[in-house]
Every structure is written in C-alpha cells, then in structure tokens.
C-alpha cells in the first residue's frame, strides 16, 4: 500500500488525466515530490517555496491537516488538496 | 450652534441635570454624558428598540427623543432596574431561560418587557410578541426570550 | 451514547457573563470613554463605482473643532500580498483599499476619508467640507452581467485564479474559478430515471447584527497602539493592523470588548486602521462608530449568488448524478465564499457522480465577508430544491429520499475526500420522529417542507490560561470573544475536567497582551478546539495537584488518583479540591497552567428541519406556524445555549428566505439601509422553535464537541419554499421569498 494522491481536477492536464497517483513519501512533501518526479508542473500549483500556497491547504485521510507539508501521510492515506475554509 | 439647555429630569429615582445641544438625542446624553451606557445604540432611528427606556412609564427609543423634551420627565433606564440586593424577575427568567446570546439587545427587551407587565400583568404569547416587536434580537430567534417574559410575569403573580 | 458520567457537561448553569447583560454593565465596544478622547465620523463615497481625481481636506481640517483628517494616502501602500488570517487568507492590497480608498470606489458607501473632532457632530458637519472630486464610472451590480466580456471591470490587477494558474490574461471582474469533479457525469445522468435542472438566485443579504462596527484607538506617545473593539477575533484585528499599518505586531495591542453579535461579520477590519491613524495625527484616544446604513451599505454581506443545479435519480430514488454551477457576487473586492458553497451544495448526500463549477466575481457592491456557515445556505437552498422535485417526481416521501441518500462514514464528497464520522442520517430520523412530522397539517393553503444542511466547522489554534485561587476557584483566561455563551461552554469544560462545578470557574476574555494566540470566534469552533485547549490546561492543574499532594503525603505519584474533584491517596488519604487549593500557597509554587489546541479539525455537522408555513394568496405574505430543527451537536456542553444557536439561526434562515434582501437602484445605491426596510424577523413573524439536540459524537473531542453555531442556517429557505410550494403550488427560485415577488408567482400561475 502507498499514499495516494488525488489530482485536483484542473491540474489533471499535468497527469495525462490520471485522477489518482500512486507514490510512497513520508510526509505531504515528499508526496509532492514524488508525483513531481512523474509530472512535472505539478509542485509549482500546489506550493509556494517550502509552503502550501495561499489558500490551499491539505487533507490526509477524512482529515484536514493541521502541519501543512509535515504533516506525517501514512502508507494507505489518501491526500487531497482543497481550498482552505474557514467559517462564520 | 445653538445654544446649551440645562434640562432637569427624573432618572432612575434621582433627580438629575444635564446640559445638552438641542440637537442631542436622549440617547446620546445618557450614553456619553450621564455614562448610563446601558441602553445600547443600535441604529439611532428608531427600528432596532436597543435604546429602550421608560419615560414616564412608557417604554420609548431614546434614540427618538431629543434630550431636552425630557425636560419634567421621569426616565428609567436598564441601569435602574434591579433593586440594590438582587436582581428583578425579568433579568432573573432572562440568565434562566438563556434568553441572551451577545446580550447587546437585553436592555431593550428588559425595558420593554418592563412596560408590558406593568400594563398587562398577565400577558399572552401574542401580547408579549406583539409588545416586543419594536425590539430586535438577532441572536436567539425570540424563542427564550418570549419564554423569559412568561417566566417572569408568573413570578411576579406570586409575589 | 449519552454522557451517562458527566456532572457539569448536559447541564444548564447560569452564564458566567449573564448579570453584567442584564443590568446593562457589560461594556460593548461603543461604550468605552477615555480621557480626552475625540469623536470620529467616515466620509463614503456616493457612488457605486468611480474614480477619484482629487481630494481637499483644508476645509476641513481648519472647522473649529476638528483634530485630525486622514485619506487614504495615510496608510502605507501595500503590495499584492495575501496575509494568512489564520480563518482565510486575505489580499491586503485590496484590504487597504477597502479600508480607505485610494484611486476608485467601488460601491456607495466606500470610506474615502475620516475627521476626528471634538464631539460626533463636529466630525460629521466636517466630513461635508471634504471636497472629493470623482469620474463617475458605470456599475455594475449583477453576477451573470458582471461576467460578460463587455462589463465594466472594477480591479485593473485581478484576473481569473483557479488551481491551474490563471486563466485570463485581461483584466477581469471573475477573479476564482473552482472545480471539483467525481466520477462520470454523463454516465450519472444516463443512468437517472428522473433529471431535473433548475436555475436560483438569491439576494444580498446582511448579517444583521444589532451591534454596529465600532473601534477606539490610542496611538501613544511612545508609539504603542491600543485599540478597543468589538470583534470575532481580536487577534486577526491585530495582525491585520500590523500588516496594513506596516508595523511589527508586537506595537499594538487589542482589547476586546463585549461583541453584540457578528455572524461572520466582525473579522475583517474596517475602522479600526482608521481609528489608529486618527489617533496618531491628533494625539488622542478616537472613538470611531458605524451609523446603522454604514453597516448595511460598507461592511461584509453575504454575496447574492445565481446558482443552477441539475441532478438525477433513479426509479428507487437513488442519487446518480449531481451537477452545479455557482456564481456568487464577491462584492468590489474579490473573496466571496463561493468555494464554500461548491464544497457543501451535495454534500448531504452520497452523490456517486457528480461535477461543480464556482466563480467568484466583482460587483459594485460592499466586498462581501463570511455569514454563518459561509455559502452553505445558497447552495442548499439549491440543492435541496431540487431534491424536492426530484421527490415530487417520484412520488417519494422526502424523509424516505434523504435516508436513502444521505452522506456518512465513509461517503466520498464531490470534492473527494471521505467524511469521518458523522449525523447527517441521524438529523433526518429525529425528523422522521419528531411529534411535528408524524401530526397531520390541516387547512388551506397551508404546507410542510423539510430540508437539509451541512456546515464544515473548523479547528484551528486556541490558547488559555487556567489560574489555581485558594479558595478553590479557578480563573480561566480565554483570547475567544464571547458571542453567544463561550464563557459557559469552556468553563463547563474545564470544570468537568477538574471535578468541580462550573460556577467555581472564573472565566475573562482578556487582550493580545495577556494571554497566547486565539484563531477567530468563527467557523464553529470555540467550544471545540478552545473546549480542546481548557480540557488541556484542565489536566495539567490535574497532574500538577496530584504531584502536589503527592509531596504533601510523601507518598509516590503513582499512588495519588484524581476523581470526581477528589485526590486519593494510599490508606483512605483524601482531599477535595477545595481543602487542597488550600494548601497550595503553603506547601510550593502557585498552580498557573496553560491549555492549547490546534491540531484537531472537525468532522463537519448537519441539521434537518421541518416547518410548517400559511400563506395567504391575497398578499403573498408567509406565516411560519410550526418549526422543528434536528441538528448533530456531537456533545450538547450547555443544552440551552445549543438550543439558542439553533433557534437563532434558523431564524436568520427564515428572515433570509422571506424578507431579507439589498434593495438597489440603477445607480447601484442601496435603497433599504435601515432596519424598517430591511426587514429582519421580529418577535411577531416567528412561532416557537423546537429543538431535537442529535448527539453523534465527534471522538476528535475529549467530550465529543461538534460546532453548532453555523449549521442551522443553511436548511431553512429549502424548508420554506418546499412548504410554500405545498401550500400555493407555486416553486420558488428566487430569493427571498417575499410578499411581493411570491404574488406575482401566485399571480401568473
């Protein structure tokens, strides 16, 4: 079992329309990596230098992250990337 | 400017003086003048009822009241309403039935509701939402607080 | 699961803060006097949208009375940056440019300049002799025309954002575009029985709070800077201070004072950057506050929105297939919450294909802010909408349809994550057996809807300090303003967790300065993740006073208990707490401990609710004769003040879907900024709420939190208009649902 990524639809154009990559990483940025080794193009959309870009933030498992790139993904995680809400 | 008018008014039992522009409203001398800043300014034309206060026993927005028209009057603010060792029945049924969320709209409702019981002491639901309907509270959805005045009007039969 | 041992968490004691709100003491923001302190009024801009070409303040500035002036050129000029606000990210050039315009105003209303003078009339009589000459451009007011080609665009520096980069390379007024696909969409709607697509638009609505927006601010001598205000987060108020004003955070402190409602609405700064600057160029206090029409027409609505929704469903009433298109109106700065709106329009239900377009577009309107639950109430309206058709297609009872369908453990969103454990099922079976669905509604012209909501509720940071007294209290201090209760909900908490009772806890919401980071009052999380952060601090003075009593006895940690507000120790030692706080300043250091949380986010709540309307065909009026509300509150802390947040928010719900709405004309002037024609509901246009408290624990909480304060606003139009639709045969599509535009429904019918 390895994490896997779940590609935001618009960024489906960098994975040849592949909606979920398979690839082992120990934490979110290592994930990242990994599916940038594959696609290129597809780090710069989702970080910004050593950071979730603005507005972004990510979820592993059902849960919302709360350590951004250091957040631990375990080997069967899933990882999406989502708009960060917040709330009234 | 127009010149200051000294006004003598009755409030909360004492007799008070105050100097005010004629372009003053109640509110506005109570609040920053005579520091009783619990009759809250919500909208300043009358819709929202958070300036409630009696003058002479009838609930008014003292927003809509020019300070010197209370010149003679007896006015009662939220600030006079509990007596010295407690607190009267209506703000007790309010902390009971949780009838106040951001509390910014009880003094209103407190006023008014005073009025009401004074009137009808035995009030109705429709009585009570009819009376209160000057008061605007947009925390609670009015639930509470109707409940509160009902409370309060049974407590004070028994006394 | 019921809380079968908690003593204090289920119960219903008398909030910490009620006798300061019942005598009129508790001290709101407008109500703070300091010495010296000078009186401030706005100049807003008559137009919704022009350019500035010059401003003269001389006038001004030499009226007799009159301290200080500042424009927009006060505040240092911002570059693109968007600051992390901990709730949202925000743009603080646009935020800038929000707080005082600089080359365009882009809705009436917009502050272009500030007076600070002796008394409030001085500083309003001046702000007329503020000479402000503008090219007066056209606006425009609506989503759809804003999003031609041909529209008058407001912001020369937003194009079209979307997770791929930008997607316009002109100025644009669409500044996001969002995307969520699951599945295959054709496919889903090949496979339905019944399709149904339907188009919705919604109004402007407000928050409503009765509180106006109010700040006063000291820029000292020595260059600190204290600001008293009323806010969802008095730490936000900081930071954005810090960023607009280009100072290091450390130079302003915030104190917050009792809030008088916000909904969402008091996050965002507005007065409280002019307020400082004022303060600065006169060298005294200012007190700044909002006139009621300043609140409707310059701070935070919630964005009119169109919205088409089409979803299918096969002969058993299963979902196949959902699709959405949401537009909302971000008002003059982009930042609407429509992502919100597309993350929450299917997700009451396990929807196996489905796909979601979002755009985000600038208007000549106020810029737009969070309203409780941010977006959800759109899109439900929506969805739920047409669920209703759809169960109407089928012959289908819509409580039947929603057990059928509805999301739980395990269901994979639009959006693709999977929810955790939730009670959206549960919410609809308290329904199903609610007195209210089971009694049979007689008479003309009189209807029952129902309909669902969901509401994220989120994490985020809290920081608390709890103090040890002798006497046995503890103080709790706390950085979450107190909106609705707070006070209660975590000292109930931290009482729990201690074993003693809740009027034992002494709980303040103190400044910046005098205790650690707070997230906002937001987002439904202050009894959660603040709750985290006392249960926290809670068993810290718990492991300290077991060390404690431990070297009182000179017996080993290992063989001291904490229960029950008791220490036990080895041969029947005891001490209640009482006896021990006792002690404490005899036997070592004083007890001081610190509770955080942060890193624990919610599993997302729903409510179901069910009313029961009259309408009479000669008006189009809509009487509300019966509402039940279910909701998923994980664990009920303070039962009454459960019931409070949702009684109240289904009745900004119920004002959203019956009356509310900004009223412009051509100019694109709001023509309702008062309360008379702005019509919340009062006392009279509402019955009783009943409440059923669902309780499906969140186990991300200690005692099983979820956020309630959102939820119960998202379900009510759906509700209304399904019962409106009962009632007269007529479907509502639009927004709100008011006498007028009802009539002329029932009219062409």
């Known amino acids: 079992m390895v994490p896997l990524v779940y590609i935001p639809p618009l960024l489906k154009s960098l994975t040849n329309g592949q909606e979920i990559v398979e690839v082992s990483g120990k934490n979110v940025r290592e994930v990242i990596q990994a599916v940038e080794a594959i696609y290129p193009g597809f780090a710069a959309r989702i970080c910004d230098g050593d950071d979730l870009r603005s507005g972004l933030a990510v979820t592993v498992g059902t849960k919302l992250a709360t350590n951004g790139l250091r957040e631990v993904v375990d080997t069967d995680s899933e990882v999406h990337f989502l708009p960060a809400i917040s709330g009234g | ?159 | 699961m019921a809380s079968t041992s908690y003593k204090v968490i289920g119960t219903r004691p008398i909030r910490h803060d009620g006798t300061d709100k019942v005598t009129g003491r508790a001290q709101f923001g407008a109500d703070i006097q300091l010495s010296g302190m000078l009186f401030g009024a706005i100049l807003r801009s008559p137009h919704a949208h022009a350019r500035i070409k010059s401003i003269d303040i001389s006038q001004a500035e030499s009226y007799p009375g009159v301290h200080a002036v500042v424009t927009g050129t006060d505040l240092p000029e911002q570059q693109q940056k968007v600051a992390h606000l901990g709730e949202g990210d925000v743009n603080l050039y646009h935020l800038s440019q929000n707080v005082l315009a600089r080359q365009k105003v882009l809705y009436k209303g917009h502050a272009v300049a500030a007076v600070a003078a002796d008394d409030i009339h001085i500083a309003q009589e001046a702000t007329q002799l503020i000479n402000v000459e503008y090219e007066v451009l056209p606006p425009v007011l609506d989503v759809l025309e804003a999003m031609q080609d041909e529209a008058p665009v407001l912001n020369d520096d937003v194009r079209t954002d979307s997770m791929a980069g930008e997607e316009s390379k002109d100025p644009t007024n669409v500044a996001k575009h969002y995307f969520y696909e699951k599945g295959n969409i054709e496919k889903g709607f090949e496979a339905a029985h019944v399709v149904i697509e339907r188009e919705y638009r919604t109004s402007t609505v407000h928050q409503g709070y009765i509180e106006p927006h109010n700040a006063t601010a000291l820029w000292n001598q020595d260059g600190q800077i204290t600001i008293w205000t009323s806010t969802q987060g008095s730490f936000m108020v900081r930071q954005q201070m810090a960023d607009l004003l280009k100072l290091p955070e450390s130079r302003i402190k915030v104190v917050p004072m009792e809030i008088g409602g916000g909904f969402g609405g008091k996050i965002s700064v507005y007065l409280q950057p002019v307020a400082a600057l004022l303060s600065k160029k006169s060298g005294r206090p200012v007190k700044l506050v909002m006139d009621r029409a300043s609140v409707f027409e310059a701070t935070g609505p919630t964005p009119g929105s169109y919205i088409r929704v089409k979803m299918g469903a096969d002969r058993e009433g299963k979902l196949t297939a959902a699709e959405a298109y949401v537009a909302f109106e971000a008002g003059g700065f982009p930042g609407s919450p429509v992502v919100c709106a597309c993350m929450c329009i299917f997700a009451c239900y396990d929807v196996p294909h489905g796909r979601i377009n979002g755009y985000d577009v600038c208007v000549n309107k106020p810029r737009s802010n969070a309203y409780r639950a941010p977006g959800s109430t759109h899109a439900a309206f929506a969805a739920e909408s047409v669920v209703d058709e759809i169960c109407e297609r089928l012959e289908m009872d819509p409580v039947e349809f929603r057990l059928k369908n509805a999301a739980q453990e395990g269901t994979r969103r639009v959006d693709g994550v999977q929810f955790a454990r939730i009670g959206m099922k549960e919410t609809v079976e308290a329904i199903r057996d609610s007195e209210h669905w089971k009694s049979s509604l007689e008479g003309k012209y009189r209807g029952r809807g129902i309909a669902s909501g969901f509401w994220f509720n989120v994490g985020l940071k809290s920081s608390v300090t709890a103090m040890l007294a002798a006497d046995g209290t503890v103080s709790l201090l706390e950085g979450s303003t107190d909106i609705g209760g707070t006070r209660a909900s975590l000292s109930m908490q931290l009482a729990e967790t201690l074993g003693i009772a809740a009027e034992d806890i002494k709980p303040a919401v103190v400044d910046t300065d005098s205790v650690g980071y707070n997230d906002v009052t937001g987002g439904s999380r202050v009894t959660f993740s603040t709750g985290i952060a006392v249960h926290n601090a809670g068993l810290e003075m718990r492991r300290q006073l077991i060390e404690r009593v431990a070297n009182i006895w000179e017996v080993k940690v290992e063989d001291v208990q904490y229960e029950d507000g008791k220490v036990r120790g080895p041969g029947g030692k005891e001490f209640t707490f009482r006896e021990l706080a006792a002690k404490i300043h005899a036997t070592g250091e004083p007890i001081t401990v610190k509770g955080t949380s942060g890193s624990e986010n919610q599993a997302g709540a729903f409510g179901t609710h069910c009313v029961d309307v009259e309408v009479d065909p000669e008006t189009g009026k809509v009487d509300v004769l019966r509402y039940t509300i279910a909701q998923d509150c994980g664990t009920a802390i303070h039962p009454a003040y459960v019931e409070g947040q949702m009684q109240g928010g289904a009745a900004q719900g119920i004002g959203w879907a019956l009356n509310e709405e900004y009223v412009y004309d051509e100019h694109g002037a709001m023509r309702n900024a008062t309360f008379l024609d702005y019509r919340i509901p009062t006392c009279c246009d509402l019955p009783m709420m009943d409440t059923i408290i669902v309780e499906v624990p969140d186990p991300q909480h200690p005692f099983g939190v979820r956020g309630v304060g959102e939820v119960p606003i998202a379900p009510p139009p759906a509700a209304l208009v399904a019962a409106i639709y009962q009632a007269v045969g007529v479907r509502m599509r639009e927004l709100p649902a008011s006498p007028p535009r009802l009539l002329h429904q029932i009219l062409q019918r």
């Open chain 2, 1 to 159: 400017m127009a010149k200051k008018r000294i006004v003598t008014t009755t409030i909360n039992g004492k007799e008070t003086q105050f100097l005010c522009q004629p372009r003053q409203t109640l509110l506005e001398i109570l609040r920053d003048d005579l520091a009783l800043t619990g009759s809250k300014e919500g909208c300043s034309n009358g819709n929202c009822g958070a300036c409630t206060v009696l003058c002479n026993g009838k609930a008014v927005n003292s927003c809509l009241i020019l300070a010197v028209e209370a010149e003679g009057a007896e006015i009662e603010t939220i600030e006079g309403v509990a007596p010295v060792d407690g607190l009267d029945s209506l703000q007790d049924a309010f902390l009971q039935q949780a009838a106040l969320q951001c509390g910014i709209c009880t003094p209103g409702f407190i006023m008014s509701a005073k009025a009401l019981l004074q009137e009808q002491p035995d009030p109705s639901e429709e009585d009570i939402r009819f009376n209160l309907a000057g008061n605007l509270c947009r925390c609670t959805g009015y639930d509470k607080i109707v409940r509160a005045v009902q409370d309060a009007a049974a407590a004070r039969q028994q006394v």
